[in-house]
């Protein structure tokens, strides 16, 4: 299953890559960039798209440990590359000895790749350790049958985070509508907003690991109450978040804004949406949940529901129609995140997923 998803990973990555180089100052014309910064970000594009086939093999690989339980691998050589990126950024851009200076968009760009290329080396070195036990080189071929099943499970999330990435962008061209300072604001609080969430994500990815090892050793019921436990460490914990955030909202946004021109937008965004940081914790563990049971379309229809039908729709109409200006786009966010939750805690609980074959 590995090699096959290799070997996927490489053929939609390498097309993406020549596709994405090819067209990269095009596509920054099409979202209204400025002259200097299509020169400049196309090369930045160019480099970095170079490096997606490395990315990509990279997370199959990570992916990989985490499926089998090991959690520290992908952590270490995280750190490994990233401590290799801080190195290289001021070696590239400004050179040294007998390397040239590539500036600062080219070189941060080639060192970003550089250092993914050693991450998936160390990672591929890795594997053929576990080679004798796993025997990867038996499935070096490729099967045509096993791609699709791949396929089959992969799509739907393919689509999901599709149809996230852009309900965000669309988000972020209402919320830019308001003015640079809700603009401002809302980009303050979204970064606020992932660094809180980000623990959260190592709780649902151990989750969605006990799902799918569970499910395969024929523990459907261990399986649930792995999900129920990781619900409620990571509902505890953004409580907390949202306690943080209603008290002390201001003073975090403050910090990045020191003017506190913005301030007044990132306090009204955390009083009406921070307290439903519970049901996005929710949401989360029980999306990864799904996908380690290879269930991957729920998810991508509760996205669909939530984003598509809900969220967006009703940013547009809600200012308007309650008068209530950036604070009814805040609602409407709310209420998406509320959508996607009690979709996704209905689809669980019906259990069809302990019954799914891939």
Known sequence: MLIQALILGLILSAAISVVGVLFAADLLEIFGAPEEVIIEGAAYLRYSLWGIVTLVEFWIVSTFFQSIGDTKTPLLIILVINLLNIILDPVL??????????????????????????????????????????EFTRQAEPDICLM??????????????????????????????????????????????????MPGFGIATAAAVMVG???????????????????????????????????????????????GLSDAYAVSYFYIVSPFYVLIAVAIVLSFALNGAGDTKKPMYATLLSYVLV????????????????????????????????????????????????
């Open 93 to 134: 851009i400004f050179g040294i000895g007998v390397v040239p200076a590539m500036g600062g968009v080219s070189g941060a760009a080639m060192a970003t790749v550089i250092t993914r290329a050693v991450g998936l080396g160390i990672g591929v070195v890795l594997l053929y350790r576990l080679n004798a036990q796993m």
């Open 148 to 197: 699709r099943r791949i396929l089959r499970v992969a799509v739907p999330n393919m689509v999901q985070s599709g149809v996230r990435s852009v309900a965000y962008l669309v988000m972020y061209i209402i919320i830019a509508s308001y003015g640079t300072l809700a603009l401002s604001a809302f980009g303050i609080v979204s970064r606020i907003e992932m660094l809180a969430l």
């Open 213 to 259: 090892q569970n499910l395969g050793a024929g523990h459907p019921d261990r399986s649930e109450e792995s999900v129920w436990k990781a619900l409620t460490l990571y509902g505890s914990f953004m409580a907390v978040i949202t306690v943080l955030f209603l008290t002390f909202g201001a003073g975090l946004t403050e910090f990045f804004d020191p003017s």
């Open 311 to 358: 969220q967006v729709p009703l940013a547009l109409i809600l200012p308007d129609l309650t008068g209530t200006g950036i604070v009814g786009v805040w609602y409407a966010m709310a209420t998406g995140i509320l959508v996607q939750t009690v979709a996704l805690y209905l689809m669980f609980r019906s259990g069809k997923w302990k019954n799914i074959t891939i």
